[in-house]
Structures are given as C-alpha cells and as structure tokens.
C-alpha cells in the first residue's frame, strides 16, 4: 500500500467518531504536545519494533494515562516510519 495511501486512511480516520474504528484496528494517539490520532491494525501490538514504543508510553506515562487512550510519546513523523515498516497504516 502506497504512503499515500495510508494518510488518506488514517487522516479519514480521524473524521470518525472514536466508536467508528474498523474491526481489527485501534485507535493510538502520537505525539508529545500535540496529538495526533491513528488507527493501526492490531497485529501492530506484537511486533518489536511497536513493543518499543509501548515501552516508551509505559515508561513517559506509565499505566495511568490522563487521556485515557493509547498514547505513544514519538514524534508523527518517526511513527509514520515505524509504521511503514510495518507495512503501512
């Protein structure tokens, strides 16, 4: 799937209502100030290079997280990279 592709899904995404997320996806927040939401496969979870950065939410945030949603405490743009190893959003 083409990188453009996959901001047009995610940016689509974002235009839903939070209950609006596909079956097999969640909903994750990116980014330290501002936030931003993606919605990635859930298949995301157990790979390592995502395990990384919920390590890095864990240890910024820890388990008691003020926003209530998944937030990884990255950069948009280095998620995007991440994501596009992944295989795309």
Known sequence: MAIRQMLR???SSERRSPSEVPKGHLAVYVGKN??????????????PLFQ????????????DHPMGGLT??????????VASRLGGL
């Open 9 to 11: 899904r995610s940016f």
């Open 34 to 47: 501002e936030k931003k939401r993606f919605v990635i496969p859930i298949s995301y979870l157990n790979h």
């Open 52 to 63: 990384e950065l919920l390590y890095q939410a864990e240890e910024e945030y820890g388990f």
């Open 72 to 81: 990884i405490p990255c950069s948009h743009d280095f998620f995007l990279e």
